[in-house]
């Protein structure tokens, strides 16, 4: 090994490192070649031609290797800036300042449960409490303990959803009457919110499967004052200021029995197409608990009385939205629904 030679080998590896280095496009590439150019090989292989020199030539040699090394620590340090330099400018160009926000998506109660929420809280203010019951029944506590004959034609199978082994889908949301009464003595007033079934097309006025609100209050004394009195202060609350009035009518589990019926919205009660000519709406069905159905429940009929109704929160949305169709409430169409939501 003489000092050209050595010179020879010095510039050789000057310019792998170059290539090695500058070749690294990122941290980890740049780390791999600092490892790479001074590896353990080519430390040793240094110090062996170092050795080899004749003894007059090692200073000289030692100054070359020093300026190599110095070199190449340059050419890594400058290459770690330039790569420490193209992440900045990507991470920055990533954002961009100008794009909108991102909308945040916020969720809201359909109608039909913004209806149910209001009148539970009109009513709550005077007492009445949440109960529920099962959407699958038994024929007696959804027919038989409300009274309804053997032969009802809601019994009919063109009426009802029958599940098999004397289980039904139920038809309205009465039977948590019985159920709350059988379990609770009174004095009690409720409200039994939730879905009921029938065997109904599926059209502008009719859903097979609807939502029901159910009120019920019994005690010693109460008496049609009672309910008329409640209904009234309720519709006033739900509708505004308005008109209502009270027509005979018929259930099984009431007797008597009637519907309520608030002026139309629409026209004031001068007679429109939304409330066919008659100026009114029918809102909810109601009545004296029918003592047959007190006793079913195990309550002493000669010492409580009580009165229900019952209403339904769908068609209570389409008078309040003013909506042609039922379907509307079933869509799940998030362009109507956003329209009416809170
Ligand atoms: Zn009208």
């Known amino acids: 090994m003489t000092l050209d030679e050595f010179r020879t080998r010095a510039e050789a590896h000057k310019n792998d490192a170059g290539v090695a280095i500058n070749a690294a496009v990122d941290a980890t590439a740049l780390e791999a070649a600092r490892t790479q150019v001074w590896s353990r090989t080519i430390q040793q292989s240094f110090s062996k031609a170092l050795g080899e020199l004749p003894a007059e030539d090692r200073r000289e040699a030692g100054r070359v290797f020093n300026e190599l090394k110095m070199h190449v620590d340059g050419v890594l340090e400058e290459r770690q800036r330039a790569i420490d330099a193209t992440q900045r400018t990507q991470s920055t160009s990533q954002i961009d300042l100008t794009m909108p926000a991102r909308a945040r998506w916020r969720g809201g109660k359909h109608p039909v449960t913004l209806v149910i ?14 109960a529920l019951g099962p959407e699958s029944e038994s024929e007696w506590y959804n027919f038989g303990s409300l009274n ?22 139920r038809t309205h949301t009465s039977p948590v009457q019985v159920r709350t009464l059988q379990r609770s003595a009174p004095p009690l007033r409720i409200l039994a919110p939730g879905m009921a079934y029938r065997v109904d097309p599926f059209d502008a006025s009719h859903a097979p499967a ?18 008329k009195a409640t209904l009234t202060h309720f519709a006033q609350r739900f509708f ?20 309520m019926d608030v002026e139309c919205r629409l026209c004031e009660g001068v007679g429109c197409s939304a409330c066919k000519g008659t100026g009114w709406m029918e809102i909810l069905g109601s009545g004296m608990v029918h003592p ?7 309550v002493d009929s000669e010492r409580y009385t009580g009165w229900a109704f019952g209403m339904g929160p769908g068609r209570i949305a389409m008078l309040r939205y003013g909506l042609p169709d039922i379907r509307l409430l079933y869509d799940s169409d998030v362009r109507f629904l956003e329209q009416v939501a809170e």
């Open 292 to 298: 047959s159905v007190l006793e079913a429940a195990g």
């Open 148 to 169: 309804f004959p053997p032969d009802h034609p809601a019994m009919d199978m063109h009426d009802t959803f029958y599940l098999g082994e004397g289980a039904l889908l």
């Open 240 to 259: 505004g200021k308005t008109r209502t009035r009270f027509r005979p009518s018929f259930f099984p589990f009431t007797e008597p029995s009637a519907e």
């Open 210 to 227: 609807f939502p029901q609100i159910e009120g019920l209050a019994v005690d010693e004394g109460i008496s049609f004052v009672d309910l």
């Open 117 to 130: 929420d209001e009148i539970v809280g009109i009513f709550r203010e005077l007492g009445f409490t949440v």
